[in-house]
């Protein structure tokens, strides 16, 4: 079984400042990872995944994550904060499917992201 | 299409009534996946759908939920004899089933937000 804990669930930055979401996760067998947006409204899109690839994940709109194996972690960071990305962001995580591309979805609880100026 | 869409976009019921949520994925996605989405519990896992194998309904939190995909496109879940508790947005995503293109990645519909009152 896997899980996701996402440490805060509100999270307010300076615009400009750096932006930092915590991701942990537990699963019994090599996870894949995921990082979700969903901004008001409207369904999740897909920020970055990490897939057993480089371990240093390039998403979009100059997000990033590190795959950290011995910390179970995959923190989502982003330099310099835009109110743009004021949203709520899910950490996912899932495993290497049997059949087909792409297994089931567990998420966190997600942490909402608020940026002032 | 260009996404994934869902229908209708809010549905208000009344506890007791049956009602149906549709999903129609990406042209071409072999995957399809259902999720909650609810305050109290945040984003769970329903079904998956993949090609023609036997659907995961491990996710189903009642018998009075279930959900079908016919000709491998269009999905429907529906849920009978509604109750309060299940009240909650309802995303549907679908997958490609290319390993190429997108592995891992699911395509999030914009939801439907289902009210019991």
């Known amino acids: 079984a896997q899980s996701v804990t996402q440490l805060g669930s509100h999270v307010s930055v300076s615009e400009g400042a750096l932006v930092l979401l915590r991701c942990n996760y537990s699963?019994?067998?090599?996870?894949?990872l995921f990082w979700y947006v969903q901004y008001p409204n409207q369904g999740l899109q897909l920020l970055l995944k990490?897939?057993?690839?480089?371990?240093l994940v390039k998403g979009i709109n100059g997000f990033e994550a590190e795959f950290k194996k011995s910390e179970t972690s995959f923190h989502l960071t982003k330099p310099s904060a835009h109110m743009s990305d004021a949203a709520e962001y899910f950490c996912?995580?899932?495993?290497?499917?049997?059949?087909?591309?792409?297994?089931?979805?567990?998420f966190g609880t997600g942490t909402r992201l608020q940026v002032t100026l | 299409g260009a996404g994934v869409s869902q229908s209708p976009s809010n549905k208000v019921t009344e506890k007791g009534k049956d009602v149906e949520l549709r999903c129609d994925p990406i042209?071409?996605?072999?995957?399809l996946y259902w999720y909650r989405q609810s305050l109290g519990q945040g984003l769970e896992f329903l079904i998956y759908?993949?090609?023609?194998?036997?659907?995961?309904k491990s996710g189903l939190p009642s018998d009075r939920f279930s959900a079908e995909r016919t000709g491998g496109s269009v999905s429907t879940l529906t849920i009978q004899r509604t109750q309060q508790e299940d009240s909650a947005v309802y995303l549907c995503?679908?997958?490609?089933?290319?390993?190429?293109?997108?592995?891992?990645?699911?395509?999030f519909g914009p939801g439907t937000r289902l009210t019991v009152l």
């Open positions: 995503a679908s997958s490609s089933g290319s390993l190429a293109g997108g592995h891992g990645e699911q395509f």
């Open positions: 699963s019994s067998v090599p996870p894949y």
């Open positions: 990490y897939t057993s690839a480089a371990t």
């Open positions: 996912a995580v899932s495993i290497k499917p049997y059949t087909g591309t792409a297994s089931k979805l567990t």
């Open positions: 042209s071409g996605h072999t995957a």
């Open positions: 759908f993949q090609g023609n194998s036997a659907p995961d």
